[in-house]
């Protein structure tokens, strides 16, 4: 089971890369040809705006270059977040299958335990802030609320996966570019943050991309459980933001890196509830309504 | 693959212990992301001092990981493997904590149900056992 998934993955993303390639090579034969008669970057242009201009050299090439890039730009598009919500929503109602309202927590304590109890935190605080000022105070409220998290536990993957994933939700939805696709077909935007930064937020995803992959090969606990799932599903991850910074910055053909980009990303936007990505749901149940190490907001089960 | 050694219905036996909780260990086993930030929770971890084997998370994929994909068609030298991770590897203390929310008692509790049906089991009647 574990191969047959690898295998697909695997061959996803030779897709892409092929998919990728194919419409370079298909890119070149439409501005070599064009070329003739006007220049190198006119070429370019009227390709990508007016498919007529160049078929009835190469008609098949042309045919498929544009279909890929349309493909990708819609039908796809909208597979991918079929296939997304989907399995979305079937990993949420199958965990709240799984799981009961935790019966622990003040409330099955007697009354006079609850009473001996309730308020002994604050109290606490209180004398132990005593004499402070309102500054002081609240630091060592945040001060021992970071140190209950994540981030005291274990501060560096704390803070290294915080980046990646504030690069991972924030980029793409908030990015100009997208916006602008967005707001064309729907006439609905959301905000946007500045291209330089979200410039910013992808190089350092990548950084700690990086970081997990050097963590997952040189530390013996994790790469005792490492499998070639886990590598194929971090590049997986890593390769749109990579083909966006490549396309941001012009790197090689634009037009070619543009369509590894949408495919790539489409592909894992569809992954996500059927691999280890899957773990996304599970984010806002672990840091927010159970009682954790890594809780951000200790709580329990209500549901 | 070595030899198995697990007669039908045995192996039937197994299978309707996994199979009552296959959606959470279908699920859980998809949701961990393999990053051991559990090995730290792990008293077995830090007194081994820093053994891989006793990260939570390695003792759940290699015990009931390997009988969920086998459908629990393992040699008895695995079954061995497994005997070890799930009772001289974990106490199931309960302590361990996942980042995100899987419950690791639950998986290798399922993996030491599945183990006894085959008789793979602590055994107490000899002194030297662990």
């Given at each position: 089971m574990t191969s047959r998934i690898s295998w697909i993955l695997a061959g996803t993303i030779a897709f892409a890369l092929f998919s990728g390639t194919a419409a370079y090579s298909q890119a070149a034969d439409a501005n070599s040809s064009a070329s003739e008669a006007v220049s190198a970057p006119a070429a370019v242009s009227a390709a990508s705006s007016n498919p007529a201009a160049h078929t009835p050299a190469h008609p098949r090439a042309a045919f498929l270059r544009i279909d890929l890039y349309d493909a990708a730009l819609g039908p796809l598009f909208v597979l991918a977040w079929v296939l997304f919500a989907a399995g979305f929503t079937r990993r949420i109602v199958l965990f709240r299958s799984l799981t009961r309202p935790?019966?622990?927590?003040?409330?099955?304590?007697?009354a006079r335990s609850q009473n001996a109890s309730s308020g002994t935190v604050s109290e606490d605080i209180a004398f132990l802030t005593r004499g402070m000022s309102g500054r002081g105070k609240l630091l060592f409220r945040l001060r021992r609320w970071i140190r209950r998290t994540v981030f005291g536990a274990r501060p560096v993957i704390g803070v290294v996966s915080l980046v990646f994933h504030i690069g991972l939700f924030l980029v793409p939805f908030l990015l100009p570019a997208h916006n602008i696709l967005f707001s064309r077909s729907t006439h609905f935007s959301l905000p946007t943050i500045p291209g330089p930064l979200a410039d910013k937020l992808t190089v350092g995803l990548l950084a700690a991309a990086g970081f997990f992959l050097l963590r997952r090969i040189f530390f013996p606990r994790v790469r005792a459980l490492s499998t070639v799932r886990d590598y194929l599903i971090l590049l997986l991850v890593a390769a749109p933001f990579a083909t966006a910074y490549m396309a941001y910055h012009h790197v090689l053909d634009y037009r070619t890196v543009l369509v590894t980009h949408m495919i790539v990303g489409e592909i894992v936007i569809a992954a996500i509830p059927f691999t280890?990505?899957?773990h996304m749901p599970f984010f806002i149940y672990a840091r927010f309504f159970m009682s954790s190490e890594y809780a951000w907001r200790p709580g329990s089960r209500r549901w | 693959m070595s030899p198995t050694n697990t007669d039908a219905k045995t192996l039937a036996r197994i299978n309707r212990i996994v199979d009552a909780r296959k959606d959470m260990i279908r699920l859980s086993l998809q949701a961990c992301?393999?990053?051991?930030?559990?090995?730290?929770?792990?008293f077995k971890f830090r007194e081994s001092g820093?053994?891989?084997?006793?990260?939570p998370s390695y003792k759940a994929i290699n015990s009931i990981g390997r009988i969920w994909r086998t459908r629990g068609r393992l040699s008895d030298e695995e079954y061995e493997d497994i005997r070890e991770l799930a009772w001289d590897k974990c106490v199931?203390?309960?302590r361990c904590y996942c980042p995100i929310g899987i419950s690791i008692p639950s998986l290798i509790a399922a993996a030491r149900g599945a183990c006894r049906e085959k008789g793979v089991m602590r055994s107490y009647s000899t002194a030297r056992n662990a």
């Open positions: 935790a019966r622990a927590g003040l409330s099955v304590l007697p280890k990505l899957g | 992301v393999h990053c051991a930030l559990c090995a730290e929770s792990c820093g053994d891989v084997t006793c990260t199931l203390c309960m």
